[in-house]
């Protein structure tokens, strides 16, 4: 495997809480101080009564997985050294449907998990599906792939 | 959903075409658009002067758009729309421009979808598809649409007991379709066992049940049935249409859309039923989203589709619901936004007796429907439209 292939990592600005809570290990969200509403995918506005004041929180990050599936194509070079790769749809209990890697192959739909946010190789927050108690260690051989060095933890 | 839009009546549609499809091009999509427009010309008679508006859907124009090519052709229209909904362009560029016709603002509208391709352009598309989409889905793989619609696939398989043999009927009989009317990129029949070892996309889509990019493009003229008539234009008339945009917002994962929101005021308006439809063309970025527009127009039960396809043939000639009769998408190819208007132009060819080697016998009245714009977890846009046959 060559090492300078490396995942996506184009995000506008607003997602730049998410990678700096990914290196403090911390699972955040914008919520709305006027109604507090949960938001993802991040965004300025509050989509359910468009006040502008926002405020990263920690979130709960339990949820249940809706729809999964392992990707066989993809455009990016580094995934299509990895294929193929886990992910899923989890609808978090707090409320949003988030995209997340999966950490194994197996997890599958109605599976409990839990999302942690970590730090892949270009420094931005990635959600990663763990089995509801998020103490499993990473399978996927791609996750482990764009994962940090600190990615067994 | 009680409000109804006024009639569309006195609005002709004429002139369906279609700029041959290619896998890849090294042409721009001035080019496929520039054709597409000297064709309708070279089929109404008209002159160019004549067409006072454009209405456009393409991808690959960007940074350009409609207005670049009131200077690239050398036209000077009063009325101009830009329309950038994918796969619901067509029924949108369709609706925008009869209110024109009607209200006067333009007497003759080239609705035109086009696009080229080439090895970088169609993940350059769906690599930034949307904000919410290269931020939030895009990291997860890099699947493109691939990753969302694997996701509402396997949903509505579990959901409703549908099995991939069940999908193979749709793509199956768009083969059959687009063989028939000599437009398919492919060229031989797509035989079930094919169908189900073709290779993993992001499972349960395997490789059939995706569309092959493309460049090309596909175009119709609106004017009032008047000047369709004087010109003796052969032209198809909107017995009613509707649009919507994110219908069930929230339900977790799609599974139903627009059209079951509005087709009671759609069938309404037009004053007939889905068993007085004598052909159907879905937008059929994938089979089970075809299944999806099936049940929500109408055609079976929520949750059906999969005995309907079964149980009813779905060829131009085997006497059930003749189904995407150009071969669709999935068959004829995807050529960017023209994906969004080949259903339009093919159901305007079939109404007109202008149908290739496809024709349906007795085609009166077609049904429609767009589907587009997938913006994170699903698309946005629903539309549909009864066309029926212009009276002489
Ligand atoms: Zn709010």
């Known amino acids: 495997m060559t090492d300078k292939l490396l995942p996506p990592e184009k995000r506008t600005a607003v997602w730049k809480t998410i990678d700096h809570a990914a290196r403090q290990g911390q699972f955040v969200l914008p919520v709305c101080e006027q109604c507090d509403a949960i938001q993802y995918p991040p965004r300025e506005i509050c989509h359910n009564c468009l006040h502008d004041g926002l405020q990263w929180q920690e979130i709960t990050s339990a949820g249940e997985i809706i729809a999964s599936t392992a990707l066989n194509a993809s455009t990016s070079a580094f995934f299509r050294e990895h294929l193929p790769h886990p992910v899923a749809l989890i609808k978090l209990d707090a409320g949003p449907l988030v995209y997340a890697h999966l950490a194994r192959t197996e997890l599958k739909t109605g599976d409990r998990v839990e999302l942690v946010n970590r730090c892949d190789i270009n420094g931005r927050g990635v959600f990663i599906a763990l089995s509801a108690g998020g103490t499993e260690v990473i399978q996927a051989e791609s996750l482990r792939a764009m994962l940090s060095e600190q990615r067994t933890n | ?392």
Not at chain 2, 163 to 191: G, T, V, W, Y
């Open chain 2, 1 to 392: 959903m009680n409000r109804k839009p006024n009639s569309y009546e006195g609005v002709a549609l004429v002139s369906p075409v279609t700029i041959d499809y290619e896998k890849q091009s090294d042409k721009q999509a001035e080019w496929f658009i520039g054709r597409a427009l000297a064709e309708l010309l070279s089929d109404s008679g008209l002159k160019k002067e004549d067409v006072d508006g454009i209405a456009l859907s393409s991808f690959t124009l960007a940074p350009d758009s409609a207005v670049s090519l009131t200077n690239y052709f050398s036209m000077t229209p009063r009325w101009l729309e830009t329309i950038p909904l994918g796969g619901a362009s067509g029924v949108v560029a369709m609706r925008r421009a009869a209110r024109a016709i009607q209200a006067g603002d333009a007497e003759v509208v080239a609705c035109i979808g086009g696009d080229t391709a080439n090895a970088e352009s169609f993940s350059t598309l769906i690599d930034n598809f949307s904000g919410f989409s290269s931020n939030a889905v895009h990291p997860y793989g890099a699947g493109g649409p691939n990753t969302v619609f694997s996701m509402i696939t396997q949903h509505y398989m579990d959901k409703y007991d549908v099995k991939r043999e069940d999908f193979a009927r749709i793509c199956m009989s768009q083969r059959d379709n687009a063989l028939a009317a000599s437009r398919s990129l492919f060229s031989k029949p797509l035989d079930l066992d094919s169908y189900l070892n073709a290779r993993a996309i992001a499972d349960p889509i395997y490789l059939f049940d995706c569309v092959m990019p493309c460049a090309g493009a596909e175009a119709f003229l609106l004017m009032s049935a008047e000047r369709a008539r004087s010109l003796s234009l052969p032209y198809v008339e909107i017995m009613a249409s509707e649009e919507l945009y994110n219908a069930y917002a929230d339900d977790d994962i799609h599974y139903r859309g627009g059209w079951a929101m509005f087709r009671d005021n759609m069938y309404s308006s037009a004053g007939i039923g889905p068993e007085d439809v004598d052909l159907l063309h879905t937008y059929d970025d994938y089979p089970a989203i075809v299944m999806l527009q099936m049940e929500d127009l109408g055609f079976c039960e929520k949750g059906e589709a999969a005995r309907f396809v079964q149980s009813t043939e779905l060829t131009w000639n085997g006497g059930g619901l003749p189904h995407n009769t150009s071969g669709g998408q999935l068959s004829a190819g995807q050529a960017g936004a023209a994906g969004g208007f080949i259903g339009i132009v093919e159901c305007i060819r079939q109404l007109t007796g202008q149908a290739r080697g496809n024709a349906v016998e007795n085609a009166d009245i077609a049904v429609v429907s767009g589907y587009g714009m997938v913006i994170y977890d699903r698309c946005l846009s629903s539309n549909a439209a009864i066309l029926k046959r212009g009276s002489a």
